[in-house]
């Protein structure tokens, strides 16, 4: 009997691995075989901003009870290098993202971070249809924002890092 369970138990591990995990959660190299024009092709609004300001809101899913926190980003137009939404370059942006804090709880998700002050290039879209609402995402999670520093462009995988000019030149073809 004790054969038995010491067999069934790699088993069941393998079982939780493959088939309970989340599938909506991707790891970060997942997204490098996403080229620049596809990404550009895909999305709406590609903007460079300044980021005014970031804050925590609560919101739940459709189908479910629970609170999650997001945070709210409120992006500063600086020039527009896709703008298929027609959105007013005088206007700020607001984005949303799952993830933040409140108080002592913190809540980790694989969604871009914004810090207020940084200048930024973030490929973004919407869909009134989801839990995002009428707010903005940025696509690809954190693959879809680039930190513009010193005349470069800082993406989370340092293979997509390159000088600004270089990331502007891709986009606009």
Not at 28 to 44: C, G, H, K, L
Not at 63 to 91: A, H, M, Q, V, Y
Not at 96 to 123: D, M, P, T
Request: charged share 25%.
């Amino acid at each position: 009997m004790k054969k038995k369970i010491l067999i069934i138990i790699p088993f069941a591990v393998l079982f939780t691995i493959i088939f309970l995990i989340p599938t909506n959660m991707h790891t970060v190299s997942e997204y490098m075989i996403v080229p620049i024009d596809s990404m550009v092709e895909v999305t709406d609004v590609i903007v460079i901003a300044q980021v005014e300001s970031t804050y925590p809101v609560l919101r739940t899913y459709d189908d479910e009870l629970e609170l999650r926190i997001w945070t709210k980003t409120i992006l500063k137009p600086e020039k527009f290098l896709k703008n298929e939404d027609g959105l007013n370059p005088e206007s700020n942006i607001e984005t949303i993202a799952e993830g933040g804090k409140i108080l002592l709880y913190n809540h980790e998700s694989n969604s871009a971070k914004f810090q207020a002050g940084e200048r930024v290039l973030v490929f973004l879209d919407k869909d009134s249809n989801s839990i995002m609402g009428d707010d903005y995402y940025v696509v690809w999670g954190p693959i879809g924002k680039y930190l513009l520093n010193d005349g470069m462009a800082e993406n989370i995988i340092s293979e997509r890092t390159m000088s600004e000019t270089k990331l502007i030149s891709l986009i606009s073809g």
